[in-house]
């Protein structure tokens, strides 16, 4: 399906983001709301390159609120957060824009633009941070090609299955080569058939370099890959377990 190798020649700058330390780091971390709702409570994580992490836990348990904390949407009350070192609550505004771009997110709902086609909706998302034509041009075939949508490349989302939105916007996540894809139920919206076919793309991704970490509730296939699994239950982490099921009796 793939020439993945030719994508991801441009490894190095992720890789030397990073170095030996851990790409995210949570140190005690909670967040509270104004309401007085504790989201989270004294989180304390680490993710390190190459990892495959399923973030799991039912509706309210905090997985929203970590996800915000890791693309800087959303500060610590309390803790620290760090990526590649770099304590994120002390990142400039003027930053953020540029940290984000080595961060991939994947969401349930897509988020495709509507009015462009799949090869205008990748490219976009370079265009809009000055990238180079001819990078673009090089760079949008081939992370089609990596998610399997050459052929579609000039089809409207509304033109496409679930499935096929679903590889696009994972190839705009990937635009900027992140050193960690974040993906929220990126197979919510999906039929067990295809949402299975999404995640052996996250794993080629995956084996690839890419840190992966997952949101979901999909249990049977969470309890199939056996990956690390990060469990948070009413804003506390209850399990960081390698090789784990969904749950554990």
């Not at 994508?7 to 030397?16: E, F, H």
């Not at 790409?23 to 709301?33: K, S």
């Not at 409570?41 to 039912?58: K, M």
């Amino acid at each position: 399906m793939t020439d993945a190798r030719s994508v991801t020649k441009a490894r190095p700058a992720a890789a030397s983001l990073i170095g030996d330390e851990p790409l995210i780091r949570l140190v005690d971390v909670t967040v509270t709301y104004p309401n007085g709702k504790e989201a989270l409570i004294n989180v304390d994580l680490e993710i390190r390159r190459g990892d495959f992490i399923f973030l799991v836990g039912p509706s309210g348990a905090g997985k929203s609120t970590l996800i915000r904390l890791l693309i800087r949407e959303q500060v610590a009350t309390t803790g620290r957060v760090y990526l590649a070192g770099r304590d994120l609550a002390r990142v400039s505004r003027s930053q953020v824009h540029r940290l984000r771009r080595r961060i991939g997110v994947v969401f349930q709902d897509f988020r495709l633009l509507p009015n462009k086609t799949v090869r205008e909706n990748v490219a976009f998302a370079l265009e809009v941070t000055g990238a180079p034509l001819d990078e673009i041009r090089r760079r949008v075939p081939r992370l089609l090609a990596l998610v399997g949508l050459e052929d579609q490349a000039q089809q409207l989302p509304a033109q496409l299955s679930g499935g096929e939105q679903q590889r696009a916007a994972i190839a705009r996540a990937l635009v900027h080569d992140p050193a960690i894809l974040i993906a929220d139920e990126p197979t919510g919206n999906l039929d067990p058939v295809t949402g299975w076919e999404i995640v052996q793309l996250l794993l080629e991704i995956n084996a690839l370099g890419t840190t992966l970490v997952v949101a979901t509730h999909n249990q049977e296939i969470v309890t199939a890959l056996r990956r690390r699994v990060v469990a948070l239950e009413q804003g506390r982490m209850v399990r960081d377990e390698v090789g784990a099921a969904y749950r554990r009796g």
